[in-house]
C-alpha cells in the first residue's frame, strides 16, 4: 500500500494562477480532509470530504475548492493564488468509524510570489 | 467549536531525560486525543491515542494521560534518543472526524 500519496511535491506560483493539488489513498478510507502548515499555527482544516461526491468547509475555506469525485481522490484547487496562500500543504484520510486514526500524505510545498 | 492549547512550544532536553507536553482542550464533548510526530520535510504520523474512557496509555518509551475534568492531556516520552528530536502535534476530537490541532511543539533531544 502506498497510503496517501500527494502529486506534486513542490510548485512555484504567481500571484493570479490556478493550480490543483491531488491527493490520492489506496486505503478505501471514506473520509479525506485538506490541511495547510503555517509556522506557528500547525494545521487547519480546509476542506474535507465525508464521502464520494460530498465536500465540506473547514476552519479556513476561502481562495480553495475542492471535489471527490472518485472515492480514492481528493482534489484541491486554487482559482487564482495569492500570496497569502503560500504554505505546506497536506491531505489525509480515514476511515468512517468514529474516532479512526487520519494518516498524513507527505505534503505540497508551495510558494506564491 | 474546539480549541486546543499547546505548550511549550520548544523544548531542548538532554538525551536520556524526560519530555513532557501539555495540551489543553475546550470542548467537553471531545473524546479522542492523538498525538502527531512530524519528522522535518514530513507529513505527520500517529503516534499514541487515548480516549475518553480511558486515564492513561503506554506504548514503550512514550505515554499519554488525560485528565478530563480539567480538560488537559500530556505526553511524556522517557530516556529521549536523538530521533526523538521532530515537532509533535497534539490534536482533539469529538469523534466525527474533525481533528482541532495544537500549534505544535518543537522538540531537540541534544547528546
Known amino acids: 500500500n502506498a497510503g496517501v500519496t500527494q502529486t506534486p511535491k513542490f510548485r512555484v506560483l504567481k500571484t493570479g494562477q490556478s493550480m490543483t493539488l491531488l491527493c490520492a489513498q489506496d486505503m478505501n478510507h471514506e473520509y479525506m480532509y485538506w490541511y495547510r502548515q503555517d509556522p506557528g499555527m500547525g494545521l487547519r482544516l480546509i476542506h474535507y470530504?465525508?464521502?464520494?461526491?460530498?465536500?465540506a468547509k473547514g476552519e479556513v475555506p476561502d481562495g480553495y475548492n475542492v471535489s471527490r469525485l472518485k472515492k480514492q481522490n481528493f482534489l484541491l484547487g486554487l482559482e487564482s493564488a495569492a500570496p497569502s496562500q503560500t504554505s505546506v500543504y497536506f491531505c489525509?484520510?480515514?476511515?468512517?468509524?468514529?474516532?479512526?486514526?487520519?494518516?498524513f500524505g507527505p505534503g505540497t510545498r508551495l510558494t506564491v510570489l | 467549536g474546539e480549541n486546543v492549547e499547546q505548550h511549550p512550544s520548544t523544548l531542548s532536553v538532554q538525551e536520556g531525560d524526560s519530555a513532557v507536553i501539555k495540551c489543553t482542550y475546550s470542548d467537553s464533548a471531545s473524546n479522542y486525543f492523538p498525538w502527531y510526530k512530524q519528522e522535518l520535510g514530513k507529513g505527520p504520523q500517529l503516534i499514541i491515542d487515548?480516549?475518553?474512557?480511558?486515564g492513561e496509555k503506554k506504548d514503550q518509551r512514550i505515554a499519554v494521560t488525560l485528565n478530563k475534568t480539567a480538560k488537559h492531556f500530556s505526553l511524556h516520552i522517557t530516556e529521549t534518543q536523538p530521533e526523538d528530536s521532530a515537532v509533535y502535534f497534539c490534536a482533539a476530537t469529538s469523534g466525527w472526524g474533525k481533528l482541532q490541532f495544537g500549534a505544535g511543539t518543537q522538540v531537540v533531544v541534544t547528546p
Open positions: 487515548i480516549r475518553s474512557n480511558v
Open positions: 489525509a484520510s480515514r476511515t468512517g468509524t468514529k474516532g479512526g486514526t487520519q494518516y
Open positions: 470530504s465525508v464521502g464520494e461526491g460530498t465536500t
